[in-house]
């Protein structure tokens, strides 16, 4: 899950980029708002974590920019706004979620996790695929009941793949679900996961589709 985090603050920015990257989330941070909307014009995300007072342009504006050109993509206010005015506010111009400073960030995640989940249609928080099961929270796979260990990386990549089930997925559109703009990956490194996640799950699981990507066909 790809993540756009905009806060102008460098200590807690830096904070919730690396608290978040460790739960296992591709974590863009930006510092205005400005930057964000070009960002969101031109880049693909799974969230928006956006703090409300930015420079050069209000997050409110962001948001509402965001959703004038139709993208329903789930937005998570994270601000230190806390009067019921604001949050009515923020509810009412598209915000999907609102969470007032300080935060924890295992609520933050969990939030993020619940956002995604409602975003890809799942009422439930397991990734049910045939006899594959994925618990996104805990990062755990299982296979027929038994448990298979998977890298971060590889984790992401079957997530993204899962929940764009029917969907071929490019290799760049996997690289920046995966590494987001904190890492050059190797040419190959996609190649390489998709290699390790079919010896440990299934050679059956992941189609490529040769010249244009990987997916996972969609069950009836």
Known sequence: MRILLVEDDPLLG??????????????????????????????????LVLDLGLPRLAGMEVLK????????????ILTARDATADKVAGLDSGADDYLVKPIDLDELAARARALARRSAGRAVPLIEHGSLSVDPAAHKVMVDGAAVDLST????????????????????????HVYGWTAEPDSNAVEVHIHHLRRKLG???????????????KLS
Request: no cysteine; charged share 25%; hydrophobic share 45%.
């Open 14 to 47: 830096d904070g919730l980029a690396a608290g978040l990257r460790q739960s296992g989330f591709a974590v863009d941070w930006l510092k205005d708002g400005e930057s964000a909307d070009v960002a969101l014009k031109t880049e693909p995300f799974d969230l």
């Open 65 to 76: 920019k965001l959703r004038g050109r139709g993208n329903a993509m789930p937005v998570l």
């Open 153 to 176: 990386r590889e984790f992401a990549i079957l997530e993204a793949l899962l929940d764009n089930a029917g969907r071929v997925l490019t290799r760049a559109q996997l690289e920046t």
């Open 203 to 217: 050679g059956n699981l992941i189609k490529t589709l040769r010249g244009v990507g990987y997916m996972i066909d």
